[in-house]
């Protein structure tokens, strides 16, 4: 019963939250946000201490519950884990600690020290979202893109296609390599990744230790015929000496699902677990006490429509310009603040409807997310991103507050601009600039016949990057933000 409960709960977490990822449309996240703001790291990192404690709580009771429901990697493991139809896989082996407890202190120092790269290589959350938006996300938009065809040849217009593209190579292998390594793990020793290599499951282990329910033995019943061990995806159990490691225990409930003798309980241990002095346990109700610690509900969303600008050609091959400060989204605060909280789980990247964001290729701030106009622009009524970070790294921003926020300015560059290069009229940054901020000025005031070119109020611009997309000219725009450090407002 415990093994089933805990199943189904891992199921409903894993696939909504993978969703999360998955979705183009912006209609999950009013729905589905909060489980990504409920994941540790990022609530630790977003200073959520309601959720860290609340989580803490829950493995103090319950034991590593967190690793095997709520955390996508650890179920995704499972899944992995399963492909691999042998029975009786697993057997029981000692804690490697001289790898588990390095790799959290070079977690920490990595966090301390602001080396971004390595601390959300390590962290789990942040590892499944990168395989999500990397690899999983374009595998989707394909599908829908197919359905797309489909349905257009029948005269339907249920589906609509979506762009696809490579958002950054780097962060692309990266995510591979984690998966490939994840499979071979998995393959092997099932929860080999998360009681060695996991950070958080490190931290939890902690308490785990103490958690008040626990698997144990009832050695009275016990026939040592090890298949708990043979069964145990955490290598935490010795059927020879009838113990369980609780700190890589994360209460699968495969063990009590395969005794075949009703020799290990999950329950508040007793000090005489014999059968001859403890009364039966009731396995339903403590199965059902971990349902209510967990059960969560969710709703499916409707589709929303693909926001275009009406008569705007699809602009390509564009290269993107060196700026010499990246830029930030709105909510950030400041690149400093970014830097410092982001994870790097690739969620406002997977979210942005624009196709703006996009993981940095700088290798102290490698994966986390950075700004780009090449396939679109910041929306002035567009604050997804900030409404879907889970680690505080960008701030919930309302669309009227977006509009005051400025994380740029424009700068023109005269030999790039058409007017001037090709002779012929444009002004397409001074149409669509949504602050209007920029103007069209002779480029000589005293000839009647100067081309008009920009003139830009970088008090009134906000960056959003408008200018920059709809810019004809190729393959640099005439005209591109540069990032402020610090975002300010007009």
């Not at 060196?322 to 979210?351: A, D, H, M, Y």
């Not at 942005?352 to 396939?375: F, G, I, K």
């Not at 290069?421 to 005293?446: K, Q, Y």
């Not at 070119?453 to 000219?473: D, F, H, L, R």
Request: aromatic share 10%; net charge positive; charged share 20%.
């Amino acid at each position: 019963m415990l093994r089933k409960i805990r199943t189904i709960l891992a199921a409903v977490f894993f696939v909504l939250i993978t969703l999360l990822f998955l979705d183009f449309t912006g209609t999950l996240h009013h729905w589905l946000s909060w489980m990504a703001k409920i994941q540790f790291l990022p609530a630790v990192m977003a200073l959520n201490l309601v959720v860290v404690i609340a989580l803490v709580l829950l493995t103090l009771i319950f034991g590593r519950i967190y690793c095997s429901v709520i955390c996508p990697l650890g179920v995704f493991q499972d899944i992995l884990a399963r492909l691999r139809r042998k029975k009786n896989k697993y057997s029981y082996s000692k804690e490697v600690r001289w790898l588990r407890y390095p790799m959290l202190v070079v977690f920490i120092i990595a966090g301390v020290a602001g080396i971004g790269s390595l601390f959300q290589l390590l962290a789990p959350y942040s590892s499944y979202g990168r395989i999500a938006t990397m690899l999983f996300q374009p595998l989707w938009k394909m599908g829908n893109n197919l359905l797309a065809v489909l349905a257009e040849r029948a005269d339907s217009y249920a589906f609509y296609t979506v762009d696809t593209w490579m958002r950054s190579l780097p962060v692309f292998i990266i995510a591979a390599i984690t998966l490939v390594v994840l499979v071979i793990l998995a393959w092997r020793g099932g929860r080999t990744y998360c009681n060695t290599i996991c950070p958080v499951g490190t931290i939890l282990s902690f308490f785990a230790r103490f958690s008040w329910f626990k698997i144990h033995f009832d050695t009275d019943k016990c026939k040592n015929c090890s298949l708990c061990s043979k069964n145990c995806k955490a290598a935490c159990i010795d059927f020879k000496t009838h113990t369980v490691d609780y700190s890589r225990c994360v209460v699968c409930g495969n063990c009590i699902d395969s005794c075949k003798f009703g020799a290990l309980h999950y329950s508040r241990p007793s000090r005489n677990t014999s059968s001859s002095s403890s009364s039966p346990i009731d396995t339903s109700k403590r199965s059902f006490l971990l349902a209510s610690a967990l059960v969560s509900t969710a709703a499916l969303a409707q589709k929303k429509e693909k926001l275009m600008d009406g008569g705007l050609a699809e602009l390509e091959d564009k290269v993107a310009p060196e700026r010499q400060t990246p830029l930030t989204p709105p909510g950030s605060l400041s690149f400093q603040n970014l830097s410092t909280r982001c994870t790097g789980c690739q969620l406002c990247v997977s979210e942005c409807p624009n196709q703006v964001l996009r993981p940095s290729s700088d290798l102290m701030h490698l994966m986390q997310p950075t700004m780009s106009y090449e396939h679109g622009y910041c929306r002035p009524e567009c604050n997804r991103c900030s409404q879907v970070c889970p680690a505080g790294a960008i701030k919930p921003v309302d669309k009227d507050e977006k509009t005051s926020i400025q994380i740029g300015h424009a700068v023109w560059i005269k030999k790039n601009c058409v007017p001037i290069t090709d002779g012929v009229e444009c002004g397409n940054c001074a149409r669509h600039c949504p602050s209007g901020a920029i103007e069209m000025v002779p480029l000589d005031e005293s000839n009647e016949e100067s081309p008009m070119v920009p003139a830009i109020n970088e008090a009134a611009c906000i960056g959003c990057g408008a200018c920059e997309y709809v810019c004809p000219s190729r393959p640099f725009s005439a005209i591109y933000v540069e990032g402020h450090e610090v975002h300010r407002k007009i």
